[in-house]
């Protein structure tokens, strides 16, 4: 150290005192940010979309929650005058929870089949250095690109050779095979953010493939398995081209079909009974969005930032 650091002799200055008047004010470690200004814009777009979704969803709760009369006399926006819960019963005595029940077991089974199936096919994919795997990755890949309406008729022989023709294995089928190329995409991107270290270290263990996928991908791949499972189930819930195709028993009808055949029998007699049909076809769905929103920005994300 210099002797001038050292020297006790030296003389320190005494700190300026304070100028009178209004007070310092102790100033903020870093650079100060400036205020941003309100996005007006955006706030305008997003009270425009506001309004565009929730004046239909209004209209069909509304419509659905008034009596017949009162839905010819009074506007189709205006508030019911009393609230009756008779259309619901409606739907209901009429078959239509029949309906719900088979797009529930159709939508379960689909969702099931497809996350047993991407999953091992997507840890084939990212841990393989085969070109076998990776040719069959590429030709799995070709199916986003094929439409339903394209494959109804081979679809159609394939289901009455297989001898499952209108039951409703014949529409979990062909939902999720069509329903696979987005899935195994979605968890390939979600597989490759997991460090390769991770998959070495369990390999160095002694883990198998098995222990692996059970023990490390199938916790670290949730927001993947999530939003894979939510998408499956919203393309299963509203398919309408196999229950048409593949089924012709009223027994085996799914709630789209019931919902079509209902608008048919009630849309120009009783339009508050066919939106409380509307409402019930709804409610799974909102059901599944408020389970996995959390998952599906993320699940969708994944893989991009490599």
């Given at each position: 150290m210099s002797a001038k650091t050292l020297d006790p002799t030296r003389a320190v200055a005494p700190e300026a005192a304070p100028r009178p008047g209004r007070p310092r004010t102790a100033r903020r470690p870093g650079r100060a940010h400036p205020r941003r200004r309100p996005?007006?814009?955006?706030?305008?777009?997003?009270?425009?979309?506001?309004?565009?979704v929730a004046v239909p969803l209004y209209?069909?709760?509304a419509s659905s929650l008034r009596e017949k009369s009162d839905y010819l006399d009074a506007g189709p926006l205006s508030v019911p005058h009393r609230v009756v819960l008779s259309n619901y019963r409606t739907v209901l005595d009429s078959g239509f929870a029949g309906y719900l029940w088979n797009s529930i077991l159709v939508t379960v089974c689909t969702v099931a089949l497809v996350l047993a199936l991407a999953l091992p096919a997507a840890y084939a994919i990212v841990r393989s250095r085969s070109r076998f795997v990776s040719a069959g990755f590429s030709v799995m890949l070709m199916g986003l690109a094929i439409p339903a309406q394209a494959t109804i008729v081979p679809v159609y022989l394939l289901i009455t050779r297989l001898h499952t023709y209108d039951t409703l294995t014949a529409i979990v089928l062909p939902t999720a095979a069509f329903s696979l190329p987005m899935a195994i995409l979605v968890l390939t991107s979600t597989l490759r953010d997991i460090p390769g270290e991770l998959y070495e270290a369990m390999t160095v263990d002694g883990a198998n493939a098995a222990h692996v996928l059970r023990s490390l991908v199938?916790?670290?791949?949730?927001?993947?398995l999530v939003t894979v499972g939510v998408y499956t189930a919203?393309?299963?819930?509203?398919?309408?081209?196999?229950?048409?195709?593949?089924?012709?028993?009223?027994a085996r009808r799914t709630v789209t079909l019931g919902l079509w055949n209902y608008q048919g029998q009630q849309g120009g007699i009783n339009v508050p009974a066919t939106m409380a049909a509307v409402v019930l076809s709804l409610l799974p769905l909102l059901?599944?969005?408020?389970?996995?929103?959390?998952?599906?920005?993320?699940?969708?994300?994944?893989?991009?930032?490599?």
């Open positions: 996005d007006w814009l955006g706030g305008l777009g997003a009270a425009v979309w506001l309004v565009i209209y069909v709760l199938l916790p670290l791949t949730r927001p993947g919203l393309g299963a819930w509203n398919g309408f081209i196999f229950p048409l195709v593949l089924t012709q028993s009223d059901a599944a969005y408020l389970f996995g929103r959390r998952h599906l920005l993320s699940g969708l994300t994944a893989g991009f930032g490599k």
